[in-house]
Each structure stands twice: as C-alpha cells, then as structure tokens.
C-alpha cells in the first residue's frame, strides 16, 4: 500500500517501533534500508518510486507527493525522526509542527552519503543527541553534536541497547535514572542476557557506572540507581527504587503445529508458556520451524502482531539436531523426528534450552536463549 499524501490531512502510517526513518532520494533510501538492519526499532519511511518490492519484508511504508506533509503524522507518533534529507529543508518543514522543547521529538539528520549524523531537535530532553551516537555507530558515521554539557560520553539510558533493538519495560524511571548516570553517581550495571558489545564511546567507561555479576551482589551495594538488561521476569519490589529493566532480544521460540491451527491459540500457548517459564515476551527474537509450516497463517500473523523474525529450517537441518524425545508418528509423515527442539538448537546455537519441548492443544513449543 502506498500512503497518498495530502494537504491538512493526518497521514494514515502504521507505527510499529520508537523512531521513524525518512528518505526521498536513490541514495537516501539505501542508508536508510542499511540503518533499519542495523536499529532495528525503527520504521523506514520513502517514496514509491523508489519500490523494490521487498518493503512489506523490511517495516517499509511508501509515499507519494511532498514529504512535508508526512511530518504531521510522525511528530505526533514517534520519539524520534531520522531524516536523511538536507538539514535548510528539515527545518523549513517542521518549523511549523515545533511547540514546545518538553514535547517536540528528536529530530537528527543525515547527509545523503551516510557520512555525517546531526542532531538536529530536542537534543537534550528529547534525546537527540543519544539518538545521533545511536545512528551514526549503526552507520559508521560521524555524530555531530553542538552542545557542549554531552561531551561526557556516558549512556544514553533511554537509547541503551537500542541498536541491538533492545526495549525498556517502563519509561517511568528514565528520567531519574538519566540524572544519576549524568550525574556521575553510583549506577549498577547487570547484564544476564543479550549483546555484550553496547559501549559505544572510545574513552573507558566512567568509574560511576559500576558492572555486577548478580542482581544481588548490585542491590547489596545499595547503588542511586540500577540498568538492569534481563529476559527474566523480576521482582522489582527486590530492586532499588530508581532502575530501567531493558529487554534484550535474546529468546528465540520453536513451534510446529497442526495444519489450520488458530493464530488466537498459537498466541495463548506462547504467552502462557512464557509466563511459566518466567521470561517476557518482549525478549522474543525470532519463531522458528520447518519447511512445511513455512505458509501456516497462524505463523505469519504471529509473527507479524509482534514484528519478530520468522525463520524455517529443511527435513536435513532439523534431523541434524539432537531431539530429546523423537517421535516416529511424526517422522512418517514428515520425514523429521521433531520439529520445535531442533528448530530452536539450530537458530540459538545453545545446548541449554529453557524449555525443551511442551506439546499444548494443536501445538508444540519449544524455548532457547541465543547465544552471543
């Protein structure tokens, strides 16, 4: 579908992540395709006639007619825009739609060679200045910042791990726990999951930011503050008051299911299990498994509700795999001994699995962490 765009009338866009990423140019929308592989919580925004016919795949919208008109509709829906169009057009198009620093969006802008990021609006309170250090690493590119107090090169606490397209659980902290990281007080850092590469600054990390081994080793050290990246439900009456859960991409879910299965219990099974299991659902990178399910709606529609990676894997790479419990029944009709197991084994790369296999109503699930 291609939104047209029109004079005085709200865009009809589908937001679907924190930040938008626009382009009207060839060049402009290879950065901003490169950009979205590399921050994936983003939605990319160009016109239609630059189509390739892969955008449903890759969170694309299209558009025709002038640009201008589509920034009504992302300020009022994102955090941040990134526009990868010249810096005098930016701002004769959205001074307009400015109110207010408390409100206004973060607004960067990229050249269109991909060489320069500039934050452009809202730096401080808006977090552009975090989000340009966040684009131009994802880029390879220099962040131009132009105010003097974020030459401190500390964490972004609303962008940490946003590459890696980790989410927070609640912004409710942000803000608190902004001012202790700025502040240079006391802040624990407890990593159980995910990417291990998010410091982004070539200075060492300040002696205020202090890594744990354990949640319990952190609190007893009784820090102003915590950032605690973690796929585990946690109790946070355990935890100091001022913290930020961020949520790693870092379980992957392994299905098989009867032909025709519902997407409604496809879904209730997944976040029953994970309920069981203890882990959130916003740690889920992927759904895994075979060839022969590949068209199941209940599969796409899944996967497609909660933007996850939908990968399926051949009769020789699932028989690969160790399958702890091998059905014969399902072997002689598919011509694999299990589906959800070796799914999860193949796309994790972990022996572990958090949950080896659950057979529920017309499915079966299987659970991993990916390994990094």
């Not at 060489?115 to 200045?129: F, R, T």
């Not at 998010?198 to 949640?215: C, G, I, K, N």
């Not at 996850?308 to 020789?316: A, E, M, R």
């Not at 160790?322 to 399902?330: A, H, I, K, N, Y």
Request: proline residues 4%; negative net charge; glycine residues 6%.
């Amino acid at each position: 579908m291609v939104i047209e765009l029109q004079e005085d009338v709200l865009a009809p866009i589908e937001v679907k992540h924190q930040y938008a990423v626009v382009a009207i140019t060839k060049h402009g929308v290879d950065i901003a395709r490169r950009l979205h592989a590399n921050f994936p919580n983003t939605d990319v925004y160009y016109m239609s006639k630059f189509e390739r016919g892969d955008e449903r795949e890759h969170n694309v919208q299209l558009f025709k007619n002038s640009v201008r008109m589509l920034f009504p509709a992302l300020f009022k829906h994102y955090d941040g825009i990134i526009t990868i169009i010249s810096l005098g057009a930016v701002v004769r198009m959205i001074a307009p739609l400015l109110v207010d620093k408390k409100v206004d969006p973060a607004v960067v802008v990229i050249d269109d060679r991909g060489d320069n990021v500039i934050s452009m609006l809202s730096g401080h309170l808006g977090g552009a200045n975090a989000l340009t250090h966040t684009v131009a690493d994802a880029l390879g590119a220099n962040a131009v910042i132009t105010t003097a107090s974020d030459v401190q090169k500390t964490i972004p606490v609303d962008l940490f791990g946003a590459k890696f397209g980790w989410q927070w659980d609640s912004a409710e902290k942000l803000t608190p726990v902004s001012a202790a990281v700025v502040n240079e007080e006391h802040v624990a850092i407890v990593q159980e999951a995910g990417e291990k590469n998010w410091w982004m600054h070539d200075a060492p990390m300040p002696p205020s930011l202090v890594e744990y081994a354990s949640l319990e080793s952190a609190m007893a050290a009784k820090p102003d503050a915590a950032l605690i990246i973690s796929h585990r439900l946690l109790n946070e009456d355990d935890l100091v008051e001022n913290h930020v859960i961020y949520r790693p991409k870092s379980l992957v879910i392994g299905m098989g299911c009867n032909r025709g299965t519902l997407a409604e219990e496809v879904d209730a099974v997944i976040k029953e299990t994970l309920q069981e299991l203890g882990l959130s659902i916003k740690s889920v990178k992927a759904l895994v498994t075979f060839e022969l399910k590949r068209d199941e709606p209940c599969f796409h529609d899944i996967t497609s509700k909660y933007d996850w990676q939908f990968k399926w894997y051949t009769k020789d790479e699932l028989n690969s795999q160790l399958v702890t419990d091998p059905s014969d029944t399902v072997f002689k009709y598919t011509g694999v001994y299990g589906v959800s197991e070796p799914a999860v084994r193949l796309y994790s790369g972990n022996d572990e699995l958090l949950l080896v296999k659950k057979k529920s109503g017309n499915t079966t699930i299987s659970v991993a962490e990916i390994l990094f």
